[in-house]
């Protein structure tokens, strides 16, 4: 069973940075693709990006050129670093496999609140 960790949120004026971590532990070997998540408030969670192990990436259109997705050596953690943060970024913020399809589900983790004030 794989479990994520997500960490580094937190509250930042617009215009800010943060640095979130998402660390998978369990049987990782599997996992190609890691992505980020997001869940604002009265919305349904979407996809932010993700980091294959080939070193692919993927963005959502509202973050391109503003986040960077990042894969450790070991392949089971992944950072999300954010910068020039907007209110509309605030949201709780998940990891985890790509597609997140069933089999993932008992792996979500708490995930990490990001507040952009305005």
């Known amino acids: 069973q794989v479990r994520f960790v997500e960490s580094g949120g937190g509250l930042v004026q617009a215009g800010g940075s943060l640095r979130l971590s998402c660390a998978a532990s369990?049987?990782?070997?599997?996992?190609?693709?890691i992505a980020w998540y997001r869940r604002a408030p009265g919305k349904q969670r979407e996809l932010v990006a993700w980091?294959?192990?080939?070193?692919?990436?993927y963005y959502t259109n509202s973050v391109k050129g503003r986040f960077t997705i990042s894969r450790g050596v070991a392949m089971n953690t992944v950072d999300l670093q954010m910068s020039t943060l907007t209110p509309e970024d605030t949201a709780v913020y998940y990891c985890?496999?790509?597609?997140?399809?069933?089999?993932?589900?008992?792996?979500w983790g708490q995930g990490t609140q990001v507040t952009v004030s305005s």
């Open positions: 369990g049987i990782t070997f599997s996992i190609n693709v």
């Open positions: 985890n496999a790509y597609p997140a399809s069933r089999e993932w589900n008992n792996s």
């Open positions: 980091s294959s192990r080939a070193g692919s990436t």
